[in-house]
C-alpha cells in the first residue's frame, strides 16, 4: 500500500531538498571548501528538516541521497561542480545560511532564493585586487630579502602579470596557458635588474616576481582533504596544483632562456 | 633583533592581505588575516633564525602553522567567518613557492641537458627541492588544521 506524505508550509518534500542540497554542495565544493565543510553543512541543513542523507564527493560531481527517516525510498541528485575561482566570501555566506537553516531563522523558500543571490553578489573590484597583490608580492620579496629596488621590480612585473591573468581568464583562455604566459611576462620583467645590473638582489626579484602564481589554497585543500581521508578530491586538487606549477615554472624557465638568465 | 622580527611580521602582514584578496574573502576578514599571519611568519622566523633556536624550517613550519591554526580558530567566532578564511591566506606567505619551482627546474634540466655528473646534479636539486617543498607544504596543513580538529565545536560553529 502506498502512503502519501504531507509536508508543512516550509518543510521540503526529500526531492525539494535533494535539488537544493545538490545545488548548494556543487556552489560550495567549486568555490574552493574543504571537503570536511561540506559534509557538515550538508549534513546540518538535512538534519534540520529531519532527513537522512547520504553524498559521494567526487573531484568533478556531487552526489546526493536524500530520504525520509524510516523510510526506504530515496531521492538521488547529482550535479556537477560549478568551476568558479575561490571564493572565501561565498564560503562564509553559505556556511551562515546553513547554520539559519539549522538554527530555524529562514524557511526552506526563503534559504533557496538566498542560495542564487549569494553566487550573484560575489563581485569583487576589480582595480583594487591588482594593486593588493602587487604590494604582497613585494613584501614577499622583502621577506626573502630582496632590497627596494627588487620590491619595486617585483611590484611591477606582479601588476602587469596579474592584469594580464585577469584580462586573459576574462576572455576564456585556458588558465594553464594563461598561467604559462603570465609567468613567462612577470619573469621577462622581473629579470629587469639582472639585465640593467640595478640592485643588489636582482636573483630574488625574478625568483619572486611569479610567486604570485603559486597556487597555495588547492595545495592547502588537497592536503586538509587528505588528512579527512578524502584521498579522491585531495589527489585531484593536488594534480590541478602540481599542473598550474608546472605552467608557471615553464614561462619561469621561458623567460630566463629569453634574458640569458640562470638561476638553476 | 626585534626590528627584524616587526619587518617580517608587517611584510607577512602586507602578503597575507593581498594574497588573500585574491580569493575573496569577506572585508572584515582582512584585519585578521593579517593579525595571523604577522603572527605566524615572526614566529617561524624566530625558530629558524640562527640567533636564537636555529631550526629546521620543516619543523618550525609546523609550529608556526600550529599557531597560526589556534589562533584562527579562537579568532574565527569573532569575525563569524569560517576559521579557514584567514587561515588559508595567513599560510600563504609561507608556502615554499621557490622550492616548488626549482623542483621543475631541476626536472626540466635533467631532460634538457646530457651527461652523467650534470644529470646527478640536477636531479639532486630537483629531488631536494621537491622533498622539502612537499615537506613543508605537509607539515603547514598538519599544523593549521590540528586545531580545526582540536577545537571542532569552536571552528565549526563559527558561522552560526
Not at chain 1, 101 to 127: P, Y
Not at chain 2, 103 to 116: D, T
Not at chain 2, 117 to 137: E, H, K, P, R, V
Request: proline letters at 4%.
Amino acid at each position: 500500500m502506498r502512503t502519501t506524505t504531507v509536508y508543512k508550509c516550509g518543510s521540503p518534500s526529500p526531492q525539494e531538498l535533494c535539488r537544493f542540497l545538490s545545488e548548494y554542495s556543487a556552489l560550495l565544493l567549486g568555490c574552493g571548501a574543504t571537503c570536511i565543510r561540506l559534509e557538515n553543512n550538508v549534513q546540518r541543513i538535512a538534519e534540520a528538516y529531519g532527513k537522512e542523507i547520504s553524498m559521494v564527493i567526487m573531484p568533478r560531481h556531487v552526489q546526493i541521497s536524500v530520504w525520509e527517516k524510516g523510510n526506504d525510498e530515496a531521492v538521488t541528485a547529482i550535479s556537477t561542480v560549478k568551476s568558479s575561482p575561490i571564493s572565501f566570501n561565498v564560503n562564509t555566506r553559505l556556511s551562515e545560511l546553513s547554520w539559519e537553516v539549522a538554527d530555524g531563522k529562514t524557511d526552506f523558500n526563503q534559504a533557496a532564493e538566498r542560495l542564487g543571490k549569494i553566487v550573484k553578489d560575489d563581485r569583487q573590484d576589480k582595480w583594487t585586487v591588482p594593486v593588493l597583490v602587487a604590494l604582497a608580492n613585494a613584501s614577499f620579496c622583502r621577506l626573502f630579502s630582496g632590497d627596494a629596488v627588487a620590491m619595486l621590480t617585483v611590484l611591477a612585473a606582479t601588476l602587469a602579470g596579474y592584469s594580464l591573468k585577469t584580462f586573459l581568464l576574462g576572455r576564456g583562455t585556458d588558465n594553464r596557458l594563461a598561467f604559462f604566459i603570465c609567468s613567462f611576462v612577470s619573469s621577462v620583467l622581473g629579470a629587469t635588474d639582472i639585465l640593467f645590473a640595478i640592485g643588489d638582489t636582482p636573483t630574488t626579484a625574478m625568483a619572486t616576481s611569479v610567486l604570485y602564481l603559486v597556487p597555495g589554497i588547492p595545495y592547502l585543500n588537497s592536503f586538509s582533504d587528505m588528512l579527512c581521508r578524502h584521498y579522491i578530491c585531495a589527489f585531484c586538487r593536488f594534480m590541478d596544483a602540481i599542473v598550474l606549477t608546472g605552467c608557471l615554472s615553464a614561462g619561469l624557465c621561458c623567460g630566463m632562456l629569453l634574458m640569458n638568465v640562470g638561476m638553476f | 633583533m626585534w626590528n627584524i622580527y616587526f619587518q617580517d611580521a608587517l611584510f607577512a602582514a602586507i602578503a597575507a592581505i593581498g594574497f588573500a584578496s585574491i580569493s575573496k574573502p569577506p572585508k572584515r576578514a582582512y584585519i585578521y588575516c593579517a593579525l595571523t599571519a604577522a603572527a605566524g611568519h615572526s614566529f617561524r622566523l624566530m625558530l629558524t633564525n640562527g640567533s636564537t633556536m636555529h631550526m629546521h624550517i620543516t619543523i618550525a613550519t609546523l609550529l608556526a602553522a600550529f599557531l597560526i591554526g589556534t589562533i584562527a580558530v579562537f579568532l574565527s567566532p569573532l569575525a563569524k567567518t569560517p576559521a579557514e578564511t584567514y587561515l588559508f591566506p595567513a599560510l600563504l606567505p609561507m608556502i615554499p613557492g621557490i622550492y616548488a619551482y626549482k623542483a621543475f627546474g631541476g626536472l626540466a634540466m635533467c631532460i634538457l641537458r646530457n651527461g652523467h655528473d650534470i644529470f646527478n646534479s640536477y636531479f639532486y636539486l630537483f629531488a631536494t627541492n621537491a622533498i622539502t617543498c612537499t615537506s613543508i607544504i605537509l607539515c603547514m596543513v598538519i599544523g593549521a588544521t590540528t586545531p580545526i580538529f582540536i577545537f571542532k565545536k569552536t571552528s565549526f560553529q563559527a558561522t552560526r
